[in-house]
């Protein structure tokens, strides 16, 4: 990684099979679009199945953490995201819809974006307001970051003792503090 280089974590998924196939699959092929795009990739977690998000929303998801470094902007990195979700056939129709990539920005090494009171605005939203309302700038660490297991598992086989910048908490602790009934429901593939 150069000097300039940025370290960024992201969570991958899928529920819904893209033109290529399984989520499995689609998740293989996003992952080497990621690095022809010029994202290094420098970690990947192992596959998990997940239970979907909010729960009885639609079938199963397959979940993974990489951890990758560009010298990027956050934006440009954002925007390649989007960009590769949309060639594997992802459309933005409902907010935690059903869908065959999902590629999140989870930070941007111990960036808080855009400040620190715009953060905490999402970061404390209600639960009823997270269902319908998406932010126009983009917010990081992620704010909900630290709530799902689905992430968190993943995300602490390859940056477990990142440590989140608004809290101080690690990955690991993170995790740990999430009830073991959300955590039993994220399995290994």
């Avoid at 990027?72 to 869908?99: C, N, T, Y």
Wanted: with cysteine.
């Amino acid at each position: 990684m150069s000097s300039k280089a940025q370290t960024y974590l992201i969570a991958l998924g899928g529920n819904m099979p893209s033109a290529l196939g399984g989520p499995e699959i689609t998740l293989r092929a996003a992952l080497k679009r990621l690095a022809e795009t010029g994202l290094k990739v420098e970690a990947v977690s192992r596959f998990f199945q997940t239970p979907c998000f909010p729960a009885g929303a639609g079938p199963d998801y397959v979940n993974a953490a990489a951890c990758l470094s560009s010298d990027k902007s956050p934006k440009e990195v954002l925007h390649r995201l989007h960009d590769i979700e949309a060639e594997f056939g992802r459309e933005r129709l409902q907010r935690w819809g059903m869908r065959c990539l999902d590629l999140d920005l989870l930070s941007a090494g111990q960036r808080v974006l855009p400040d620190m009171k715009t953060y905490t605005q999402w970061q404390t939203l209600p639960p009823d307001a997270q269902r319908s309302d998406a932010p126009s700038k983009l917010i990081l660490p992620h704010p909900r970051l630290a709530e799902r297991a689905f992430v968190l598992v993943p995300l602490a086989e390859i940056a477990p003792d990142w440590a989140h910048p608004t809290s101080g908490l690690t990955v690991k602790e993170m995790l740990a503090s999430l009830p073991a009934s959300e955590k039993d429901l994220v399995l290994p593939l």
